[in-house]
């Protein structure tokens, strides 16, 4: 796979694939696009996208065509006396390029019974812990 632009960083997900973050996508699409406040946020949230991505709760393939996956877990937004737990998604192209990522208050995501979760890390652990 070649890349385009300039690599802000590289991981791997639980499944061997590669993800990627340009700098170009981090500084047009999760910086510059939202307000001051939400900047800062998603800034401070890069190093739990990271990690995130290495152990996701779960990958889902977006319903659409687009191949796009989103990687969910949990983050954690530090604000004076108070951290709050928010569900944090990752969204990436099929190829493994960063979208984009945010913190919500909730979700709801409609997922196809048959090949929309396409990484669950709860069976995983199942799995390993039956061998054992």
């Not at 065509?65 to 944090?88: E, H, M, N």
């Amino acid at each position: 796979m070649k890349i385009l632009g300039n690599v802000r960083w590289k991981v791997f997900d639980p499944l061997g694939n590669e993800i990627y973050l340009t700098e170009e996508s981090f500084q047009t699409h999760i910086i510059k696009d939202h307000e001051d406040a939400d900047s800062t946020v998603r800034t401070k949230l890069e190093e739990q996208v990271k990690l995130l991505l290495q152990n996701p709760c779960l990958v889902i393939k977006v319903q659409d065509d687009s191949g796009r996956r989103i990687y969910l877990d949990w983050g954690f937004i530090a604000r004076k006396d108070i951290i709050y737990i928010r569900p944090l998604l990752v969204v990436t192209e099929a190829y493994g390029k960063v979208v984009t990522w945010f913190a919500k208050r909730s979700v709801n995501i409609n997922v196809p019974k048959d090949g929309g979760i396409i990484y669950d890390r709860r069976i995983s652990y199942l799995q390993i812990r039956q061998k054992i």
